[in-house]
């Protein structure tokens, strides 16, 4: 009885314990208070009853605290619950005697008894209390017939009758302690099967949302208000938003599409499913290019509890397909360059020659000089742009070597004040996460790079404004992200897709190939760069750069 048990046994019958200890108090003292309170407003045949009855309560009292002390050592609980029902035993029969022995009506508390022992120690528990309560109560009923107590102040009954007696409360006894312990026996079954049901439905649960966390496409639910419910690790991976963070917010709070307006009102007008392309923003506020699909969500019974989203971000595909587009075209235009720079660099070169040679020998004067000048000025201008065109078309030999891009960008925007298109009203914000950004590169390439973009954020904003230089190291990704944001006259959508082709500029005087080459740039030393523009408010441009490349054109020094 004093082995000590182990996990949910513990626990159970812990809490059968302090229940059992709850329900005597409460029995005791609804019981015997009555009685005392009734002895006292109509008097009673023996004085003694309320004495026994508070010395009984006063016990009970008693005996419950130390059972209270006694519950902290686990390793004693089934001998504690065979003391306990001992206890109650014992109680019960001094109450039986104290009330008339065998004429006592206590002794159906006997009942209580038995069916508590076979909810705490089962069926061996219930028999034994059984057999226990059945000799003491026939001790009690033997005893009153031969009158060895003095209980009863009338005529001794005959001792066939009190045999009787006392084989048919013996038989209910038995009797309680067989069913008690066979409904509890199948109680105790029931709850094993619905804790292992239990359990199987928890674990389908749990495969159920691995399922879910586990799609690669992301998964959001929203209830008949659009308010979101629910969203899987793929969704905040690629919206930014956690279901924390979405906590009360509704669709177009968050992710808000004319597409999808027309449902706001009323969601039962989406039919089957429905696909979308919606463009919308990161949680960082980057843009986006889900491909969504949309449907509505049904409980177990058909009924409909709200909408369901499957989406995927095509943003990077967008990104590869405008790429391989450029690519293609910068492959037609490579072959053009050959026969470019045969066919109007050599004459340029010639003609170049001969005007210098001319204007030397000559000697003009006067408009003639100026407009000789002028000539061998755009002769250069051309021989310039026919260069940097040859630049953005062949591929890139990146010269790798150990360079800090925190001073490079330092030395790029101190480059930047004294160029003539700088004005003081735009105010420059140079933030750096640390003092040094080491990676390996072509120095000479990253300042061309960085000078196009400061520069090209500059001359957007002739007006002034705030130009902001980020760059910091993302560990996660081994790479250094910098970020140029302007607050300029930003990029119409239909132009922004075309910025990275050659010759392609809408400022006036302009050439189209500082982006082209940056791109160029960047593609060879296998970083990405990400352009968001909005027309009237600014353009930022997302830069990342592996700190270790292997480039096969690499020359490292």
């Not at 120690?121 to 057999?131: F, H, N, R, Y």
């Not at 045999?163 to 209910?172: H, R, S, W």
């Not at 309680?176 to 804790?195: Q, Y």
């Amino acid at each position: 009885m004093g082995e000590p048990l182990a996990g949910e046994a513990v626990l159970e019958l812990r809490r059968k314990l302090k229940w059992l200890m709850g329900f005597r108090v409460l029995v005791v003292t609804v019981l015997l208070g009555s009685s005392i309170l009734l002895a006292i407003g109509y008097g009673g045949r023996s004085p003694t009853v309320p004495v026994l009855f508070y010395l009984l309560i006063g016990i009970t009292y008693l005996l419950t605290i130390l059972y209270s002390l006694a519950l902290s050592h686990t390793a004693t609980l089934r001998l504690q619950a065979g003391l306990q029902l001992a206890g109650d035993i014992l109680l019960e029969t001094a109450l039986v005697l104290g009330t008339g022995g065998a004429e006592s009506p206590f002794h159906l508390l006997y009942v209580i008894s038995i069916i508590a022992g076979s909810m705490l120690l089962g069926w061996g528990g219930s028999l034994g209390v059984a057999a226990s309560v059945s000799v003491l109560y026939g001790v009690v009923v033997w005893g009153d017939a031969a009158g060895w107590f003095g209980l009863s102040d009338l005529s001794p009954k005959p001792m066939t009758a009190q045999l009787y007696f006392l084989l048919y409360n013996v038989g209910a006894f038995v009797a309680v302690a067989l069913l008690s312990s066979s409904l509890t026996s199948r109680l105790r079954h029931l709850g094993a099967e619905l804790a292992q049901r239990e359990v199987g439905l928890q674990h389908l649960q749990r495969f159920h949302e691995y399922i879910i966390q586990s799609v690669g496409s992301g998964l959001v639910t929203t209830d008949l208000s659009w308010r979101f419910t629910s969203i899987n690790r793929a969704g905040s991976e690629i919206t930014g938003y956690t279901l924390e963070a979405l906590g009360g917010k509704r669709w177009r709070d968050v992710f808000d599409s004319p597409q999808i307006q027309p449902y706001y009102d009323d969601p039962l007008r989406i039919v089957a499913t429905q696909r979308f392309d919606i463009h919308t923003t990161h949680r960082d506020g980057r843009g986006l290019l889900i491909g969504l699909t949309l449907s509505l969500l049904r409980d177990e019974h058909g009924d409909v509890t709200g909408t369901l989203g499957i989406f995927q971000d095509l943003t990077q595909v967008q990104r590869l397909e405008e790429e391989m587009r450029r690519n293609e075209h910068l492959a037609g235009l490579a072959e053009m360059a050959a026969g470019i720079a045969h066919e109007i660099r050599n004459p340029l070169a010639s003609l170049s020659g001969v005007m210098q040679v001319l204007r030397s020998e000559l000697a003009p004067k006067g408009e003639h000089r100026k407009l000789m000048d002028i000539a061998l000025r755009e002769m250069d201008r051309l021989d310039t742009i026919i260069a940097a065109f040859l630049t953005s078309t062949r591929p890139v030999e990146v010269h790798l070597g150990k360079c800090d891009l925190a001073a490079i960008l330092e030395e790029t925007v101190k480059l930047l004040y004294n160029h003539a298109d700088y004005r003081p009203s735009i105010a420059v914000q140079l933030h750096m996460s640390e003092p040094n950004l080491w990676l390996w590169a072509d120095a000479d390439q990253l300042r061309q790079v960085m000078w196009n973009l400061l520069l090209n954020a500059v001359q957007a904003m002739p007006a002034g404004g705030a130009l902001s230089v980020q760059a910091a190291r993302r560990p996660a990704e081994n790479s250094i992200e910098v970020r140029v944001h302007d607050t300029g006259k930003g990029i119409k959508p239909e132009h922004l897709r075309q910025i990275f082709t050659p010759f392609f500029t809408t400022r006036h005087g302009g050439s189209g190939l500082g982006l082209s080459i940056v791109h160029r740039i960047v593609e060879a030393h296998h970083g990405r760069i990400l352009v968001e523009s909005r027309e009237g408010q600014g353009t930022k441009v997302t830069l990342s750069l592996p700190v270790n490349i292997r480039v096969e054109t690499a020359a490292v020094r």
